[in-house]
């Protein structure tokens, strides 16, 4: 049984920063595509990041280029998310997804995925 389960989110003044975790467990999804996506109060979930394939390829939603950063530690089993400049419209709750599959895409949509995390919540405050 696969298992995502993430932490690290919180409340944080605008500008601050938050490392989000995933921890995969029953599969191992190294170099598999895993993401973050997230979802606000009364809207649909949107994409976020994405990471797949054995040289660690990324994507980035345009809102958080250059502030986020997806990472992966496959002897752990892991996905982060480090979230800098922080902005009250990421206020969100966060979720980490990974997806069973070789071939080759940026996982942008939600559908995408096979296996979610039950979420955390980030907060950020103005």
């Known amino acids: 049984q696969v298992q995502l389960v993430e932490s690290g989110g919180g409340l944080v003044q605008a ?4 490392r989000l975790s995933c921890a995969a467990s029953g ?3 190294t170099n598999y595509p895993m993401g973050w996506l997230r979802q606000a109060p009364e809207e649909e979930r949107e994409f976020v990041a994405s990471i797949w394939g054995t040289g660690g390829s990324t994507y980035y939603a345009d809102s ?4 986020f950063t997806i990472s992966r530690d496959n002897a752990k089993n892991t996905v982060y998310l480090q979230m800098n400049s922080l902005k009250p ?3 969100a709750v966060y979720y980490c997804a990974a997806l069973w599959t070789r071939s080759l895409g940026l996982w942008t949509k939600a559908g995408d995925y096979d296996y979610w995390g039950q979420g955390t919540q980030v ?3 103005s």
């Open 15 to 18: 500008g601050g920063s938050l």
């Open 27 to 29: 599969r191992t999804f």
């Open 64 to 67: 958080v280029k250059g502030r």
């Open 89 to 91: 419209e990421d206020t």
């Open 123 to 125: 907060t950020v405050s």
